[in-house]
């Protein structure tokens, strides 16, 4: 494993979770909140995985490789549903996702 | 310091961190989300702050007290909104809550 | 899936998280620290694995069942290094951990 | 409050906890593991209590100022441990600590 590519994947993966932290509470401030239901829920999931994942990434932990996994489908799930929202902050998480689901990918590979 | 209350408190902030994260879900799909906006953001503030309190109780951090501390606050502003909402899961998290503030402020005392 | 076995597994991970904070903690004041590195080490890992696992499960995410995966894995890794160690901290972290990753595989089958 | 403020403590915040998980992992490994216990517990502790103090900052929680009043002590208590070795990871952590300390105190006041 490439100690620079290792690298960059944590932050990837902290920043992703604190840009779904943000989206979730943004959602729930929004005036349609019944149309984010689904939104809130992918982000808060994602953001308590990608956390973990750093986390692990970070110590090199032997579980890394199957986390990177997860958090990859956790961050297409969640950027499958914050796609479809308009709110910047929507738009903003659906990109950190699919570039952290990239990421992840690599190191899981 | 008792250790069978310590015990008994990390069992309560544990506890009381999972009922507030079934509370936020249970709440998410409510027929009027819009009504329960405050008690999401204030039972995922809790659940991540009990969880924290539990295991720097499980290892007596130095830092133990003061978590408890603010553990018994953000306890007291859950079980404040969660009282005023009627649903089943509010009224068990108003009451996991209100046991949660009590038990960390003898923690803390 | 069964409401009530659901409810065990969360209960189980979250008392196999503390238990293995607990452990790891115990393990870092023994004498000879210099032995119980991998077990601290893994000890560390599978509670923050079983805290995710406990939480997710509590809101039935739909990452659910590969956490619980993921989890028996971190259970059964961190059970074989403890079942080595004499201390009863050790001992009894094992024994958490092998109830947990049963439950775990339960849940994720 | 400061936005640009804000955000800057968040990745301050973030960048500290995964320098202590780091710190924590490479003490672990340390011929010396016996003289690096206390290193090791504070690392823990500060890496649990910054990354509990990012994502509230995050979602600009109410807890968020007496959260990084504790995550300032936590720093300092894990800076003043770490300070004192010469490992390059220990210097570093000292250093992510303490400008940490300094921003939570910002935000706090």
Same mark, same amino acid.
């Given at each position: 494993?490439?100690?620079?590519?290792?690298?960059?994947?944590?932050?990837?993966?902290?920043?992703?979770?604190?840009?779904?932290? @943000?989206?979730?509470? @943004?959602?729930? *401030?929004? &005036? +349609?909140?019944?149309?984010? =239901?689904?939104?809130?829920?992918?982000?808060?999931?994602?953001?308590?995985?990608?956390?973990?994942?750093?986390?692990? &990434?970070? *110590?090199?932990?032997?579980?890394?490789?199957?986390?990177?996994?997860?958090?990859? *489908?956790?961050?297409?799930?969640?950027? &499958? &549903?914050?796609?479809? +929202?308009? +709110?910047? +902050?929507?738009?903003?998480?659906?990109?950190?996702? =699919? =570039?952290?689901?990239?990421?992840? =990918?690599?190191? @899981?590979?």
């Amino acid at each position: 494993m490439n100690t620079r590519h290792l690298s960059d994947c944590v932050q990837t993966c902290m920043s992703c979770s604190l840009t779904c932290t @943000a989206c979730a509470a @943004a959602c729930l *401030k929004e &005036e +349609h909140v019944e149309m984010m =239901r689904e939104c809130i829920q992918r982000c808060l999931d994602c953001a308590d995985i990608c956390q973990l994942c750093a986390r692990m &990434e970070q *110590k090199q932990s032997p579980f890394m490789q199957e986390i990177c996994e997860l958090c990859a *489908k956790a961050c297409d799930y969640c950027a &499958e &549903e914050c796609s479809q +929202h308009q +709110h910047e +902050h929507c738009q903003q998480c659906a990109e950190a996702c =699919r =570039r952290c689901a990239e990421e992840c =990918r690599k190191m @899981a590979a």
